[in-house]
């Protein structure tokens, strides 16, 4: 047999791999997130029935939903930089008496990311390659390019911690540690194809690159705001104008990519994973808000079944 019929033959086998692997993956669609209002407008995805917030009582604890969000920006792993499209950061947040804060993050992640296309493709985080199976590969996409996008994806690897409030109006501070993955999509990848795991998640611990612009607000529980010195039911704050930044966090290397993780060690070399030092990640015109119910006059013995009603009344669709 040929050595070109035996990549062919080896190619095989890792397309009839991640066939099945991407088959098995297959699943139902979720539902899209609601349509909120006034106030609430940013925090579609707020865990308010989580039970760590529903148990609030207002007074030692109080209850409060925490977005970050950017247009877009960048992202380098390793020797890979991506250009970030909208990102969007979302959890619920429990401020103690006692200075601590309990965060809790949305059933379905607390982080969602548009795709983005991984710059070279295929060929250029694994080839050229001395490994057989890889070459073969290497050789079908030199001949038919179609096949050699690849798009890289943030997923939640884990619930948002060691949230600081404070952070959020300075620069330079941690504002969360939010644990991430990457998933890799490519016809020759398997369907569970990451750098990172929920075992060993990428840390994100972003900041202000500059002191942030600064607005608060007061609502009504469904969300529509009031005149400025009345009373209402939320107090929101927002921050803005600056970028999210972090040079602190380690990559992992690749993992589950090709049958049997055959593509791996290929991704890893070429990438320069894992590497513990040299990542960076910017997100531009980044906004960063907090609400939470008003802290006037008004006593909230219920405050997390108080807020959670207040969440719902101000889903419009």
Not at 115 to 121: F, I, L, N, S, Y
Not at 198 to 223: C, D, M, Q, Y
Request: aromatic share 6%.
């Amino acid at each position: 047999m040929s050595h070109r019929s035996t990549s062919r033959t080896r190619l095989a086998v890792v397309c009839a791999g991640t066939a099945l692997a991407t088959f098995a993956a297959v699943g139902t669609a979720t539902a899209a997130d609601p349509v909120m209002n006034g106030s609430w407008g940013p925090f579609n995805r707020c865990p308010v029935d989580a039970a760590e917030l529903l148990a609030a009582n207002g007074v030692e604890q109080t209850p409060q939903c925490v977005v970050a969000s950017s247009p877009g920006g960048t992202f380098k792993m390793g020797r890979i930089t991506v250009t970030t499209g909208k990102v969007n950061v979302q959890f619920g947040a429990v401020q103690n008496a006692d200075g601590t804060t309990t965060t809790v993050g949305p059933a379905g992640g607390a982080i969602k990311a548009d795709a983005v296309t991984v710059p070279g493709g295929l060929l250029g985080i694994m080839c050229p390659s001395e490994v057989p199976v890889i070459s073969a590969i290497c050789e079908d996409l030199l001949e038919n390019n179609t096949l050699n996008k690849i798009t890289a994806t943030v997923e939640s690897a884990g619930s948002p911690r060691d949230f600081n409030q404070y952070a959020a109006i300075v620069a330079g501070e941690p504002i969360v540690t939010v644990p991430i993955k990457v998933k890799l999509k490519n016809p020759f990848l398997s369907d569970s194809c990451y750098i990172g795991s929920n075992s060993n998640p990428i840390l994100l611990k972003t900041r202000n690159a500059a002191e942030p612009g600064f607005n608060g607000a007061v609502s009504l529980g469904n969300g529509t705001p009031v005149p400025e010195g009345e009373p209402g039911d939320l107090t929101t704050l927002s921050f803005g104008g600056t970028s999210l930044t972090d040079n602190t966090f380690a990559i992992p290397g690749a993992s589950n990519c090709g049958l049997f993780g055959a593509i791996d060690l290929a991704v890893n070399l070429k990438s320069g994973i894992p590497a513990a030092t040299g990542n960076s990640i910017n997100l531009g015109n980044a906004k960063t808000a907090v609400t939470s119910l008003y802290d006037g006059s008004t006593v909230y013995p219920d405050g997390g079944q108080a807020f959670s009603g207040y969440w719902h009344s101000g889903v419009t669709g």
